[in-house]
């Protein structure tokens, strides 16, 4: 009984690792910006950069978006998160910590997307509701997001990404220092069940 048990405690415990954090290198101290996926401003009126900056909100670094590129996205993305792992009603904790300015019409989204096979996305949000409404100093920002109710939805995984923004009037701007990312499921129905019969046999031992 008692390998019984510990063979059930061990496989809640493996299920509920394999939920870890979803994201790679969220908090950039790689010191570089391995782990995310750049899209750059490509109207060319302009110029927009990432790269890892020593204004770190914790640690050493942190990553940095600029772009000054007239009416244009700038866009960095953990992208496809997770794929084949996840569950239709499972919540999705986004975290992460950030601050930036902008200029005439220059703002920051953060956005969520479910991916979908072959390619394409479901159920795309922007988890603030609008801008990120952000300052010269580092704030943190949390959101749980529920999963849609079709898994096909996600079967591709699903991303979190910062659209670094520009209007169209002269001198907009707009920059993104973000720091401390994580992406982090609920336990998936594995770990649940696996934790469910640990309860059940303990039950059944002390009766």
Same mark, same amino acid.
């Given at each position: 009984m008692?390998? &019984?048990?510990?063979?059930? !405690?061990? $496989?809640a415990i493996s299920a509920g690792a394999a939920q870890a954090q979803l994201e790679q290198n969220g908090n950039f101290e790689a010191g570089d910006t391995s782990g995310w996926v750049y899209f750059p401003s490509l109207d060319g009126n302009g110029? &927009?950069?990432f790269n890892v900056t020593g204004d770190a909100s914790e640690g050493s670094f942190a990553g940095f978006v600029s772009n000054s590129d007239l009416a244009s996205s700038a866009v960095i993305k953990q992208a496809n998160l997770g794929a =084949?792992?996840? !569950?239709a009603g499972q919540t999705i904790t986004v975290s992460f910590?950030?601050?930036? !300015?902008?200029a005439n019409g220059g703002v920051v989204f953060a956005e969520f997307f479910e991916e979908i096979l072959p390619e394409g996305v479901s159920n795309g949000q922007i988890i603030t509701g609008g801008p990120l409404a952000l300052t010269d100093q580092y704030q943190s920002f949390s959101f749980d997001i529920t999963l849609s109710g079709d898994t096909a939805n996600f079967n591709n995984g699903?991303? $979190?990404? +910062?659209?670094v923004v520009t209007g169209g009037a002269a001198g907009s +701007? !707009?920059?993104? +220092?973000?720091?401390n990312v994580q992406i982090t499921p609920a336990p998936g129905a594995a770990a649940?069940? =696996?934790?469910?019969?640990?309860a059940a046999t303990r039950r059944r031992r002390s009766a």
């Open positions: 008692k390998t &019984s048990i510990a063979m059930i !405690s061990a $496989l110029t &927009s950069v =084949g792992q996840l !569950s910590d950030a601050k930036g !300015s902008a699903i991303t $979190l990404q +910062f659209a +701007f !707009s920059e993104l +220092f973000v720091d649940a069940f =696996g934790l469910a019969g640990l």
